[in-house]
C-alpha cells in the first residue's frame, strides 16, 4: 500500500514538474526580447494596439497606402543582434503582399515618410525559418516610403 501511495505522489509531482516548465508563449518571448531591446538602444517607440512597436521618424505626405496600394519603398531589415538580413533600394511591392508588421506600420506613415519598426515574431514570418531569418524571429527595419500608387 505504501508503494502505491509514494507512485502516486512521485506521478503527481512530475505532471506538476511538466506544466510548470511549459515553455512560454512566443508572444511573451518576443515581447521581452523586445523591451529588453527598446531599453538597451534607449528607443523612443510606440506600441500599437496590434503588438507592432513603431517610431515614425518622418510624417510624409497626405497620400497614405493601404492593402492594395502599390508601394515603392528603401529599407534595411535586421535581427535583435543587429544582423542586416535584407535590404533594398526603390523596390515596388504591393503593400497586401508583405508581412503583417509592414501591412499594419506603413500606413502609419504617408508618401515620402520614413518609420522605424519591431515587427513581433507573430507578425513577421512566425514559427518558420525565411531564408536567412530564423524562425520566431522579431524584426527591425527602418523604412523610406517613396511613392503609393493606389
Known amino acids: 500500500m505504501i508503494y502505491k501511495v509514494l507512485y502516486i505522489v512521485i506521478l503527481f509531482g512530475l505532471i506538476g514538474i511538466s506544466y ?17 531591446y527598446i531599453s538597451d538602444h534607449n528607443l ?8 507592432l512597436w513603431y517610431e515614425i521618424k518622418k510624417k510624409g505626405g497626405s497620400v497614405h497606402p493601404n492593402m492594395n496600394s502599390k508601394i515603392n519603398v528603401d ?11 535584407d535590404s533594398g533600394e526603390d523596390v515596388d511591392m504591393i503593400l497586401g503582399s508583405t508581412i503583417t508588421g509592414w501591412q499594419i506600420g506603413i500606413p502609419l506613415i504617408g508618401e515620402g515618410g520614413e518609420i522605424f519598426l519591431i ?10 525559418d525565411q531564408g536567412s531569418v530564423p524562425k520566431n524571429s522579431v524584426m ?11
Request: aromatic share 8%.
Open 20 to 36: 510548470s516548465c511549459q515553455d512560454k508563449p512566443q508572444s511573451e518571448i518576443d515581447q521581452e526580447l523586445i523591451e529588453k
Open 140 to 150: 527591425v527595419f527602418e523604412v523610406k516610403l517613396n511613392f503609393v500608387a493606389k
Open 119 to 128: 515587427v513581433p515574431s507573430g507578425m513577421g514570418y512566425g514559427p518558420h
Open 44 to 51: 523612443n517607440v510606440t506600441q500599437h494596439e496590434s503588438g
Open 75 to 85: 529599407y534595411v531589415g535586421t535581427l535583435l543582434d543587429g544582423t542586416e538580413f
